[in-house]
T-cell receptor, first 115, second 115 residues
Framework: EAGVTQFPSHSVIEKGQTVTLRCDPI?????LYWYRRVMGKEIKFLLH????????ESGMPNNRFLAERTGGTYSTLKVQPAELEDSGVYFC?????????????FGPGTRLTVL | AQSVTQLGSHVSVSEGALVLLRCNYS??????LFWYVQYPNQGLQLLLK??????LVKGINGFEAEFKKSETSFHLTKPSAHMSDAAEYFC?????????????FGKGTKLTVNP
């Protein structure tokens, strides 16, 4: 069974540009999460999809970030325009059900560098 | 809101020595607790989780953790370190809000294993 995949693995962009990150969850997983780790800090929750609906987007930093999950399959996270403080590693995770006993499976992350 | 504190951002042990990675949590409700590991250039992998069953939880690769409510701790241990254990380890607590679950992570501990 394929795990959670993320694309690209690395992205280097200039301040003010736009970047789109993609996440493909494990097949059949209705729940998809985005997290971010800024250098030296903890991994922080950004948002949670259940199928194509945003269940919780309380962690989104500001309106420069837009997440979508059309059709309830893969998800994209767009940053527009990117700022220096957006640099970090963006992780995607998926789970089958929303339950603390269920496991969130993480992808390898996308390392974003904004110059 | 829940929080997690990992004592020691870097821990170094000799091969064959005991591994002890510390995690303390703050939670207003009985917590669900997790340890994840990130090997170089890989995603986060679940090592083990506590979901209010046995307080001593066994995970993969010989790791285990003990939930101690009186100490609000969930320390990770392994009796004998292997070189392959070198990685970054993250403790997390599950937080529920508005029908959504998210993981709240500590800052991580990098484990170095010396030959």
């Amino acid at each position: 069974e394929a795990g959670v995949t993320q694309f690209p693995s690395h992205s280097v962009i200039e301040k003010g540009q736009t970047v789109t990150l993609r996440c493909d969850p494990i097949s059949g997983h209705d729940n998809l999460y985005w997290y971010r780790r800024v250098m030296g800090k903890e991994i922080k929750f950004l948002l949670h999809f259940v199928k194509e609906s945003k269940q919780d987007e309380s962690g989104m930093p500001n309106n420069r970030f837009l997440a979508e999950r059309t059709g309830g399959t893969y998800s994209t996270l767009k940053v527009q325009p990117a700022e220096l403080e957006d640099s970090g590693v963006y992780f995607c995770a998926s789970s089958q059900v929303v339950a603390a006993t269920d496991t969130q499976y993480f992808g390898p992350g996308t390392r974003l560098t904004v110059l | 809101a829940q929080s997690v504190t990992q004592l020691g951002s870097h821990v170094s042990v000799s091969e064959g020595a005991l591994v002890l990675l510390r995690c303390n949590y703050s939670s207003s409700v009985p917590p669900y607790l997790f340890w994840y590991v990130q090997y170089p250039n890989q995603g986060l992998q679940l090592l083990l989780k506590y979901t209010s069953a046995a307080t001593l939880v066994k995970g993969i690769n010989g790791f285990e953790a003990e939930f101690k409510k009186s100490e609000t701790s969930f320390h990770l241990t392994k009796p004998s370190a292997h070189m392959s254990d070198a990685a970054e380890y993250f403790c997390a607590v599950s937080e529920w809000q508005g029908g959504s679950e998210k993981l709240v992570f500590g800052k991580g501990t990098k484990l170095t294993v010396n030959p």
